[in-house]
C-alpha cells in the first residue's frame, strides 16, 4: 500500500434542510445542480428536487480524496482500509473519528438532545452518542441560540411544551458573537435560529433526538417525527452554559494561534497566518485543517498545492512535516482527538497562561 506522508484534500457534501439557505458565501459555492425552492416558514415547494443548503460535511463519510494515493477514494472506504495510517495509531475504531461541519440558517432547528456513547448504545445500538461544539464563523444582528434549560422548568412542563410546539419560552436564548466557542454535551437541549453561519465538530455521530419543531412541515410536505420519550430520557435540566468562552491566543512565527476548545473526543485550535509557518503530522493522530479565510499554497519535500477558502485538508500521521505559506491574511480551524495533557495543558503552563483561564477553555465531556 502506499505511504501517507503527505495533507491531502477532502470534497465537501452538501446536505439540503429546510431551515438551510441559497447563499453558501463566503465558504462555498451552491452545486450547480442545486436551485432553492421555498415556501414560508422555510418549507420547500412539495415536489421540488431542488432545497436549501442547511449543512455543509466536510468529513463526512462520502467525502472524496482529490489528490494523493487516495484520490477517488471516500472518507468511509480510506478509514476502513487504512486504518491507523490515516487515523493515527491512538484510534482503533474503523470509522473516521471525528464528523465536522459548517451551517447555515435561515430558520430555526428544531429543538434537540444528543444522548452520550451509553445511552446511544442503550437506545440505538451501533451508534456513537454526540459531543459536540460550535465555533461562529459569522452572527448576524439577528442571529439566536437556544441553549439549557430555565430554571424551574420541570420534566413534565418540558414534554408539555415540546407537544405544543411552544418550547422556546422553557429554553435560555443569547446572541452569538463572530468568533464564538460554544461546547455541548451530550444531555443538552438546544436549538439554532436564524442569521447564523457556525462550524461544528463532533463524535462521528448524527444521532439526533427531535424535541420541538416548532410546528414545521418537513421536506416531503409532512411534520417531522419527535423522539419525546428518548429525548427527555438523556436530556440534563441542569447542565451550564458553556459559552463566550475566553480567548487563549499565542504569538508564534506565523502569526497567531488560539487554543479553543478540548474534550476527550476533540479539540479545535484557530490560526492565523501572515507569513510562512512550517508545522509538523502527529505519530498519534491525523489532524485537519479547514480553511475559513484566505489562499495561499501546502509545501511539501514532493511539491506544493494550492488552497483557498472552503477546502479541507487531512494531515496523516506519517506527514513529517508541511509548510503553509499564505499569499494573504489566512485563517484556518485545526481540529483533532488530543492528548489534553500533551496539546492544552503542559504548552499553555509553559507559556504562563492562568490555569483558571485555561481551565474554562477544557472539559471532562
Not at 27 to 39: D, E, G
Not at 145 to 168: D, P, Y
Not at 205 to 210: A, E, F, G, K
Request: net charge positive.
Amino acid at each position: 500500500m502506499p505511504t501517507l506522508d503527505s495533507p491531502l484534500q477532502l470534497s465537501p457534501v452538501f446536505k439540503p434542510k429546510i431551515w438551510g439557505r441559497a447563499d453558501l458565501s463566503p465558504l462555498f459555492t451552491r452545486p450547480q445542480n442545486s436551485i432553492p425552492s421555498q415556501r414560508p416558514h422555510g418549507t420547500p415547494a412539495r415536489g421540488s428536487s431542488a432545497a436549501l443548503i442547511g449543512e455543509v460535511w466536510i468529513t463526512d463519510d462520502t467525502s472524496q480524496f482529490k489528490n494523493g494515493p487516495l484520490a477517488g477514494m471516500t472518507l468511509a472506504e480510506a478509514s476502513e482500509k487504512y486504518g491507523p495510517e490515516l487515523n493515527g495509531r491512538s484510534w482503533k475504531d474503523p470509522r473516521f473519528p471525528l464528523l465536522a461541519k459548517y451551517i447555515y440558517t435561515s430558520d430555526w432547528l428544531s429543538a434537540q438532545v444528543h444522548p452520550d456513547d451509553t445511552q446511544a448504545g442503550h437506545y440505538d445500538p451501533g451508534n456513537r452518542g454526540k459531543c459536540e461544539m460550535w465555533y461562529m464563523v459569522r452572527s448576524d444582528r439577528k442571529g439566536e441560540i437556544l441553549l439549557g434549560v430555565k430554571k424551574g422548568v420541570s420534566r413534565e412542563k418540558l414534554r408539555a411544551a415540546f407537544e405544543k410546539g411552544a418550547s422556546r419560552d422553557c429554553l435560555y436564548k443569547f446572541r452569538p458573537k463572530s468568533g464564538e466557542a460554544i461546547y455541548v454535551p451530550p444531555g443538552s437541549i438546544h436549538s439554532l435560529g436564524p442569521g447564523l453561519l457556525l462550524f461544528e465538530v463532533e463524535e462521528n455521530s448524527d444521532l439526533t433526538y427531535r424535541l420541538d419543531d416548532f410546528g414545521r412541515l418537513g421536506l416531503n410536505g409532512k411534520p417531522r417525527p419527535l423522539h419525546l420519550d428518548k429525548g427527555l430520557s438523556v436530556a440534563k435540566l441542569d447542565l451550564p452554559r458553556h459559552q463566550d468562552l475566553p480567548r487563549v491566543e499565542l504569538r508564534e512565527s506565523y502569526g497567531l494561534r488560539r487554543l479553543v476548545l478540548a474534550c476527550r473526543h476533540f479539540a479545535l485550535e484557530e490560526l492565523t497566518l501572515g507569513r510562512r509557518g512550517t508545522f509538523e503530522g502527529s505519530r498519534e493522530r491525523v489532524e485537519v485543517l479547514s480553511v475559513i479565510e484566505g489562499e495561499g499554497r501546502v509545501e511539501t519535500p514532493a511539491g506544493w498545492l494550492a488552497f483557498r477558502t472552503g477546502d479541507t485538508w487531512l494531515i496523516p500521521p506519517a506527514t513529517a512535516q508541511y509548510r503553509l505559506v499564505p499569499r494573504e491574511k489566512t485563517r484556518l480551524l485545526k481540529f483533532y482527538v488530543p492528548d489534553i495533557e500533551e496539546d492544552f495543558r503542559r504548552p499553555l503552563a509553559k507559556r504562563r497562561v492562568r490555569t483558571s483561564k485555561v481551565n474554562r477553555i477544557i472539559f471532562d465531556g
